[in-house]
């Protein structure tokens, strides 16, 4: 059992940068995946990027090279910078964590969200 909370999001012009934040209820280390998805209104929700307790990130191909992962590892928070922003970058952002404290597979958490909006 894990809890997200999500912080960060707000307004800002294309071309500009925001670091969101993730902070959970547990160890990052005790987490298998940490992660950002968005939902942009009318769409599915899309992963974004994560990283591994590794320390291995992924990105989708839409944010590589603009969007960096980072950890505080004693704070267990997760970052999400977010560079040259584009209007299509506007979505609700989601915090997720996959733990598989009680499945092999995984059980993935999610965070209430934060909304970032980027106007042209």
């Known amino acids: 059992q894990v809890q997200l909370v999500e912080s960060g999001g707000g307004l800002v012009q294309a071309g500009g940068s925001l670091r969101l934040s993730c902070a959970a209820s547990?160890?990052?280390?005790?987490?298998?995946?940490m992660g950002w998805y968005r939902q942009a209104p009318g769409k599915q929700r899309e992963l974004v990027a994560y990283?591994?307790?590794?320390?291995?990130?992924n990105y989708a191909d839409s944010v590589k090279g603009r969007f960096a992962l980072s950890r505080d590892i004693a704070e267990n928070i997760l970052y999400l910078q977010m560079n040259s922003l584009k209007p299509e970058d506007t979505a609700v952002y989601y915090c997720?964590?996959?733990?598989?404290?009680?499945?092999?597979?995984?059980?993935?958490?999610w965070g209430q969200g934060t909304q970032v909006t980027v106007s042209s």
């Open positions: 997720s964590a996959t733990l598989t404290d009680s499945s092999p597979t995984g059980y993935t958490y």
């Open positions: 990283i591994t307790s590794s320390g291995l990130p």
């Open positions: 547990r160890r990052i280390f005790s987490i298998n995946a």
